[in-house]
């Protein structure tokens, strides 16, 4: 093996220029596919927190069945004193109660139907973005105050502003009446039109009070700060509400089944073009290692006529690709991974990202994603298909005449 690889490397470096110029391409699609793979995962990371962290979490407690169908009825008991249990038992994690219903929202000249969310003000802005985006008066503060937050489309289509009241009409927990008068003390824009038109929070104890719902509740939402933390969080979550009857936790895929889909169409789409670029480096290799064969099909002969198996041969071409390959593969992920790790520490934005940005509360730059998977995907894959362009040169040998082949210029 040693006398081999001895001979792979010599043959490699027999004609410099050409091995230079193919470990070239190789490094550099490897440079590049390392850099676009760990920015376009890390942009899956940014999507998908942004996503959860506007409204739903990463986790979530609610009543079997409430998901796909969110009734009245399905309810939490007692869900103050569960989220401070999972609250208590999860230190890193943000746990916030919400009830949900609908209601028929009316001012002095309009009414709309809404979704009308209870929360707990002291802890909802940390596993929602919303109380952040108030850009007209202020987000909630008393748990018991008929109070309201509405988005902007909302406002606009009721005709009201701060300070203005609304009347909410809707049914209760017990399937009665409920009705009340909150006043608008802020108006949210989130950037998207169904949730600034049809969605509204008032505190968790003024709905409980209004829809009659006593001690119940609807979900507990529960945001980590990363996405590795989820599958822990998720785990210490099932662990407390296990033995109570009647509950269920969802992860985010769960919540949204179509954020999952999205990211794999996308990451298709990519997979095309990196297709691309991988076959063109393939075709390379493919050219390269031929040319090296058929210059040296006199001295094969010569070989396979001392009695030199055309399977040995055929191994050491392989092995001077697999050498080709390595130097392609160890210089690109370096060099990727320098890049890939500037870009994580400063962040990478496009002309008008942190603009856009800002007008949503989202984060003004991405930051690629700088992990052993992702660094080594693109290259591994380069690497196989250099290996598969080398078979057929290889292949070739099998078919050698020596006679034929010593006759060869």
């Known amino acids: 093996m040693t006398l081999n690889l001895r ?233 407390r509400v296990e033995g109570k009857d009647g509950l269920a936790v969802l992860d985010w895929n769960a919540l949204h089944p179509g954020l999952k889909q999205a990211i794999q169409a996308d990451l298709s789409s990519a997979w095309f073009m990196y297709g691309v670029l991988i076959i063109l480096v393939a075709f390379s290799v493919l050219n390269t290692q031929l040319m090296s064969v058929l210059e040296r099909t006199r001295e094969f002969g010569v070989i396979t006529a001392l009695g030199v198996r055309p399977r040995k041969l055929a191994s050491l071409v392989m092995l001077e690709t697999v050498l080709m390959g390595l130097i392609g593969l160890g210089i690109g992920v370096f060099l990727g991974w320098l890049v890939a790790l500037y870009f994580n520490s400063v962040g990478f934005s496009y002309p008008g990202m942190q603009e856009v940005a800002e007008k949503f509360n989202l984060p003004g730059k991405m930051y690629p994603s700088v992990t052993v998977f992702s660094m080594m995907l693109g290259p591994s894959v380069v690497f196989l298909f250099c290996l598969l362009a080398a078979v057929y040169p290889a292949l070739r040998l099998f078919r050698l005449q020596p006679v034929e082949a010593m006759r060869a210029v």
Do not use: C
């Open 7 to 239: 001979m792979a490397w010599r043959n490699l470096w027999r004609h410099s220029r050409r091995t230079w110029l193919t470990s070239t391409a190789m490094i550099f699609s490897n440079v590049l596919l390392v850099f676009m793979i760990s920015l376009q995962f890390g942009s899956y990371d940014m999507m998908i927190n942004n996503t959860l962290q506007a409204f739903s979490g990463h986790i979530q407690v609610q009543a079997k069945g409430f998901n796909d169908n969110p009734k009245m009825r399905s309810s939490v008991p007692a869900i103050l004193p569960l989220a401070d249990e999972l609250r208590g038992a999860m230190p890193g994690a943000h746990v916030a109660s919400r009830a949900t219903g609908f209601a028929l929202a009316s001012s002095e000249q309009r009414s709309f139907a809404i979704q009308l969310i209870g929360v707990q003000p002291e802890y909802e802005s940390s596993v929602s973005t919303i109380p952040g985006l108030v850009n007209q008066g202020r987000f909630l503060e008393d748990p018991y105050a008929p109070e309201i937050v509405i988005g902007a489309v909302m406002a606009r289509n009721l005709k009201v502003s701060i300070g203005d009241e609304i009347t909410l009409l809707g049914s209760g927990l017990d399937g009665s009446f409920a009705a009340g008068v909150v006043n608008v003390t802020g108006i949210f824009e989130s950037g998207s039109s169904e949730m600034d038109r049809g969605l509204a929070e008032v505190p968790l104890g003024y709905f409980q009070e209004t829809f009659f719902m006593g001690d119940h509740g609807h979900s507990i939402a529960i945001a980590v700060d990363s996405l590795d933390l989820v599958a822990a969080a998720l785990g210490q979550t099932q662990q």
